[in-house]
């Protein structure tokens, strides 16, 4: 029985892996991200809302945010406040999966640095990506402490 057992968990363990390397939105999304996490670290606001779908939700801030158009998003990102002296952020860990079809779950965990490399901050987010416009991009953005 336990035989049984052990070889379905590898199979199934097996099936899942041989699914996330053959889905080929995991890797368009992965790249979507990073090229957003390069124009948040530029704090380039113009740029930030372009990774973006509306409606977006966004909960990184106290009140939560729902942005309806591109002008709106632009105007958060530009007021968005960071750590004193933030130079950069680094992915410590990323992990996609699909939720359903159009849905994909991005979590991540980051940490932000000052320009003399000190840590100054350690968090975790959480997005979803939707392929409304024909392109990967947010339309949910959660943001918090690392446990």
Do not use: C
């Not at 973006?52 to 709106?72: A, D, G, H, M, R």
């Not at 950069?88 to 860990?93: C, H, I, L, N, V």
């Not at 003399?116 to 392109?135: A, F, P, Q, R, V």
């Amino acid at each position: 029985m336990k035989q049984l057992l052990a070889g379905a968990i590898l199979l199934f363990s097996i099936s899942v892996s041989f699914a996330e390397e053959e889905d080929p939105n995991i890797a368009l999304i992965q790249r979507s991200f990073e090229a957003y996490l390069q124009d948040f670290i530029a704090r380039d606001a113009t740029a930030l809302a372009t990774h973006f779908q509306f409606p977006s939700i966004n909960q990184i801030t106290t009140p939560n945010s729902v942005f309806l158009k591109k002008e709106e998003i632009i105007t958060f990102w530009e007021s968005f406040p960071l750590q004193d002296g933030y130079a950069y952020s680094t992915t410590d860990s990323l992990k996609i999966q699909r939720l359903s079809d159009p849905i994909y779950y991005l979590d991540l965990d980051y940490s932000r640095y000052n320009d003399s490399d000190e840590l100054l901050y350690e968090g975790s987010s959480i997005y979803l990506y939707g392929k409304e416009t024909g392109s990967w991009k947010i339309f949910f953005q959660w943001t918090g402490d690392r446990e």
